[in-house]
């Protein structure tokens, strides 16, 4: 009979008291520096070290109890799964009715004086009940969504359905889970950057002004209603879950140190590998930085997919709307009301799903364009020049 395998450690877990010795070490060295040459955004700020500190507290616990709070409404898996389902279909269509009947309503200059106020209660009434039931289906067909994604793409269950035989726990495995994992998170890295509902997710970690290695530790705590690429994947290929975790657990740890303005450029190994110059870059609210530098161990995956941009001209770190804000409840949701709060106000099915999966730059762009045709015109200069007096 076959040996079975020890679980490896939790790394992320077994190196916290590193984690608070290096942010020591570096508090001290940014406090000296300070002294002599000013306060920078790399600096500690009591208030922002502790909503980064509270975050990453969030992300370990979030993991054991949100999956546990939607197990019931998994579709397939638990009991109210098909309440679920079958709440996010009538939201859904109560949604595509009331859109039908607000333009059918919508006022025209055709429109008959003893109709127009009719007309406009009912226009009225129509847009309110897409606004509510549009809200209700996104949420309620998300959850649904991310939940059934979750339960039937789990490492265990690939493991079971391998192509290739087992790799092992050796050296070699834990090689090929690393640069695996590696590759997987870039992709799902950038997916991040790129769909706004995955956005939602991982704007808590680009929330901070600041930049040091306690911004490392400001995690997501909403991952289970999101849908990565899974890790899974590379237990197909012969890797085991524990051999998959261990790489996880690599991973996280490499990506610590890079979050520091105290190491500036390493030369020749940043051809290769993610360093401290690269992700700042990454957390540059700049424009020419904005969505570069998705690697997390090595970089060469930007340059070979056109993401990479080097660093030039000094970070301006945070969002570019920054939420002003220490306070957790707003850091993990804010982006999730902005956008249900646009999913309310939008007024056809392209538009809302527009809102939830196209990118965050096209939901700013597409609210700028929406509010500057809602705007009056502005006024006739031929009109304002007759209307005013000569010699005023």
Request: net charge positive; glycine share 8%; with cysteine.
């Amino acid at each position: 009979m076959r040996e079975e395998r020890r679980k490896p450690p939790d790394l992320t877990v077994v190196a916290v008291p590193f984690y608070f010795a290096a942010m020591g070490a570096e508090y001290l060295w940014l406090r000296r520096r300070a002294a002599r040459r000013g306060r920078s955004a790399g600096d500690y700020e009591r208030r922002d070290t502790l909503a980064s500190l509270t975050m990453g507290v969030g992300s370990l616990v979030a993991p054991l109890v949100i999956p546990r709070l939607l197990r019931p409404f998994t579709p397939g898996r638990g009991r109210l799964g098909k309440v679920l389902v079958g709440t996010a279909v009538a939201a859904a269509g109560v949604t595509t009715a009331a859109d039908a009947v607000a333009r059918r309503t919508a006022r025209t200059d055709d429109d008959p004086p003893d109709g127009a106020a009719r007309r406009a209660t009912l226009h009225r009434w129509a847009r309110r009940a897409a606004s509510v039931g549009g809200v209700a289906a996104v949420v309620t067909g998300g959850v649904a969504v991310t939940t059934t994604w979750a339960a039937r793409l789990s490492p265990a269950r690939f493991w079971r359905h391998r192509a290739l035989p087992d790799w092992g726990s050796g050296p070699l495995a834990v090689a090929a889970a690393v640069a695996g994992w590696d590759f997987l998170y870039y992709w799902n890295h950038r997916f991040m950057h790129e769909s706004r509902y995955m956005w939602a997710v991982h704007v808590v970690h680009h929330s901070s002004e600041h930049y040091n290695l306690s911004t490392a530790l400001r995690q997501p705590v909403a991952d289970s209603l999101g849908t990565s690429v899974p890790y899974g994947l590379l237990c197909l290929l012969g890797l085991g879950p524990d051999v998959v975790e261990t790489a996880r657990g690599v991973n996280l740890l490499y990506q610590f140190w890079i979050h520091t303005e105290t190491i500036d450029r390493l030369g020749p190994p940043e051809a290769v590998l993610n360093t401290p110059s690269h992700h700042r870059v990454h957390h540059g609210s700049n424009r020419q930085y904005l969505d570069r530098n998705h690697g997390s161990i090595l970089i060469v995956w930007d340059r070979l997919f056109g993401t990479f941009e080097p660093e030039g001209e000094p970070v301006v770190y945070g969002l570019t709307k920054n939420i002003d804000t220490f306070q957790p409840g707003r850091i993990a949701g804010h982006e999730y009301v902005d956008m249900l709060r646009d999913v309310a106000a939008s007024t056809s099915w392209r538009e809302r799903l527009s809102y939830v999966v196209r990118g965050p730059g096209w939901a700013n762009r597409h609210r700028a364009e929406v509010g500057a045709a809602a705007a009056p015109p502005p006024p006739d200069p031929d009109h304002v020049a007759l209307a005013v007096p000569a010699g005023r």
